[in-house]
């Protein structure tokens, strides 16, 4: 097998089939292949695999390219359809049929079945028998294009993840590279896409282990160099079976809309079968520094919600705030609230982003500064709006409504005067007027609620618990 040398360009790919959203463990072999040029300088290539036209959808094509731009997933090549490359295939095709590597044959399914039991019969491989190997047909409609493939002898993959592979070439049989139809076979039309496009090193799914034989067979009745292959093994749900919607959320659009960065997914999707010592924190552009081939594990990696949620949390605080403003609204919007002004909203990130797992549980937290009225968690309100805090709450007001600027260091002074004047500690005083501005007992820091929030809507707030208290005492 040709290496692939430090002299030569990396050119890696991804080629998905548009049949649906973009899976995760997809997103994966993805972000392997784009590190990896990313990292040798080299180049990445994607390629919508479409031949199946029954299944393949615009729709699909759209949510592909969507989940891998927000991934932060570039490429330097396509991305290139297959269906357009009908010509390119015939060429290669007529190649192997002038230079006696490939055959037409009228073989019917029914023939082929006949032929498969037979073999079972007697003990052997239910495989394609060679009826028409050396009958030197001719092309007609019914006809299928099949690869005269090595009787004896074996094939071996030489893969970077998981070794040596030898597979028995008698094991294999003249699989079929072109339909009737006229419509080239996957193990077909990928080399010729792999060899036009230049393509020296494929990361993919161990799942693709049983057709590299055949594609390697290609390569060699074309007298082509190989790429250098490395077979990743599958994402596994936390029951260690394949992962699937029964363990969470398989698409990586959810991912996104669940308010996740995709700086984290970046992050865990890559360590769910790669390491680089013990270290599970990485910016994207550490792991462009440090991704390669060599510590790409062997075994499976499971995927656990809980784990990609801390990962998540740790990005968010790791980020500057004033990154966090715009893709913050689309949440905020969500639940019907639009934010203009980003230098608010930067203020408030400021109080939330050391305590949000996600945008979408941020958002949900930052709603009570923009609120025109406040709902009290029943909990909270029957805990802490109660009569004993009136005279307080009152004090307080007084305090409020004569400052002369509402900062922190300000309203911090004003508490502690009605702590002189009541005699309370200050938990007894910032609870209750906590569920009066915010709704709940938890937020971010009292006195930066208050600032951030502002004077008129402290004060309405405040009036609004004194009478709420005052109906319920009455």
């Known amino acids: 097998m040709q290496m692939v040398t430090q002299n030569d360009l990396i050119v890696t790919r991804f080629p998905p089939s548009p049949t649906g959203f973009l899976h995760v463990g997809n997103a994966r072999t993805a972000i392997f292949n784009w590190l990896y040029a990313r990292r040798m300088k080299g180049k990445f290539v994607l390629r919508i695999e479409d031949t199946d036209t029954e ?16 991934l932060g997933i570039d490429w330097d090549e396509g991305p290139y359809y297959q269906t357009k490359r009908l010509d ?15 055959y037409y044959c009228t073989c019917s399914p029914d023939d082929i079945k006949a032929m498969r039991e037979k073999a079972m019969a007697s003990g052997g491989k239910p495989k394609y028998d060679g009826t028409c190997r050396d009958k030197g047909l001719s092309k007609t409609p019914e006809a299928v294009i099949r690869l005269k493939a090595p009787l004896s ?9 998981k070794g040596k592979i030898v597979f028995q070439n008698d094991e294999l049989d003249d699989f079929i590279v072109c339909r009737s139809d ?36 290609v390569y060699k009745a074309l007298d082509c160099p190989l790429p250098v292959y490395g077979h990743v093994p599958m994402v596994l749900g936390t029951d260690k079976s394949r992962f699937s919607k029964r363990h969470g959320a398989v698409s990586v659009s959810a991912y996104r809309d669940m308010g996740y960065l995709p700086d984290a997914m970046l992050n865990y999707l890559v360590r769910l ?32 919600p809980e784990k990609l949620l801390s990962l998540n949390a740790d990005h968010i605080r790791a980020t500057p705030v004033e990154k966090l403003v715009e893709p913050l609204k689309p949440f905020l919007k969500r639940h019907g609230t639009i934010i203009e002004d980003n230098g608010l909203l930067v203020k408030v990130i400021e109080t939330l982003h050391a305590r949000s797992k996600t945008l979408d549980e941020m958002a949900q937290s930052a709603l009570f500064y923009f609120a025109d009225e406040i709902d009290y968690e029943e ?17 307080l007001l007084a305090q409020l409504e004569t400052l002369a600027s509402f900062s922190e260091e300000n309203l911090e002074t004003a508490f ?48 609004k618990a004194i009478q709420y208290i005052e109906r319920r005492s009455d």
């Open 182 to 217: 006229g419509i080239p076979t996957y193990n077909f039309a990928v080399v010729i896409d792999d060899i036009t496009m230049q393509i020296n090193t494929v990361i993919r799914g161990d799942d693709h282990v049983m057709n590299t034989p055949k594609q390697i067979l």
């Open 55 to 70: 299944r393949s959808t615009q729709q699909a094509i759209d949510a592909i390219f969507e989940a891998l731009e927000w």
């Open 379 to 395: 909990k909270a309100a029957r805990k802490f709006l109660k009569p004993n805090v009136l005279e307080a709450m009152r004090l």
């Open 416 to 463: 502690k005067a009605v702590m002189g004047r009541t005699g309370l500690k200050l938990g007894k005083i910032a609870q209750p007027v906590r569920v009066a501005l915010t709704g709940r007992t938890a937020s971010p820091g009292i006195f930066e609620v208050a600032a951030i929030i502002g004077r008129d809507k402290v004060i309405a707030r405040l009036n």
């Open 273 to 304: 079968g790669w390491s680089h010592g013990d270290q599970e924190f990485f910016t994207r552009q550490k792991l462009i520094e440090v991704f390669d081939l060599e510590h790409i594990g062997r075994s499976a990696g499971v995927f656990d």
């Open 153 to 161: 002898g074996t094939t071996v993959v030489e893969d970077v993840v």
């Open 88 to 102: 390119i295939y015939n060429r290669y095709l007529e190649r192997l049929i002038d230079t006696g590597h490939a």
